[in-house]
């Protein structure tokens, strides 16, 4: 059974930080990419950042590039999403997610889904 579960949100103010965490299990990182998405008040998740380990590459949003990094340690199976400089604008709730396929923006073309963590970021 595949499981993702976020946490390490939490409220904080402008130019503050936080260490997002994804224990992740049930598949195999090799053949998954694992991605960081937020979902503001509304339906749409934004793709904020992306490990593909196949391609050795971390793909990053325009409104975070500079200021997240997304990291892993498989042999903990666990992702990370160090937010630094935070803004207001990145209050959201923080999900991870799986899939077999690549880094797509599409969030509804993601199969792997787990609970979100709230991050407010006050001015």
């Known amino acids: 059974e595949v499981q993702l579960q976020a946490s390490g949100g939490g409220s904080v103010q402008a130019g503050g930080f936080l260490r997002l965490s994804c224990v992740a299990s049930?598949?195999?990182?090799?053949?998954?990419?694992i991605g960081w998405f937020r979902q503001a008040p509304g339906p749409e998740r934004e793709q904020v950042a992306c490990?593909?380990?196949?391609?050795?590459?971390?793909y990053y949003s325009n409104s975070v590039k500079g200021r997240f990094t997304a990291s892993s340690d498989y042999a903990r199976n666990m992702v990370y999403l160090q937010m630094n400089s935070l803004k207001p604008e990145d209050t959201a709730n923080y999900h991870c997610?799986?899939?077999?396929?690549?880094?797509?923006?599409?969030?509804?073309?993601?199969?792997?889904w787990g609970q979100g963590t709230q991050v407010t970021v006050s001015s």
């Open positions: 490990i593909s380990s196949s391609e050795g590459i971390t």
């Open positions: 997610a799986a899939d077999q396929t690549s880094c797509l923006s599409d969030w509804q073309l993601w199969e792997y």
């Open positions: 049930g598949f195999s990182f090799d053949d998954h990419v």
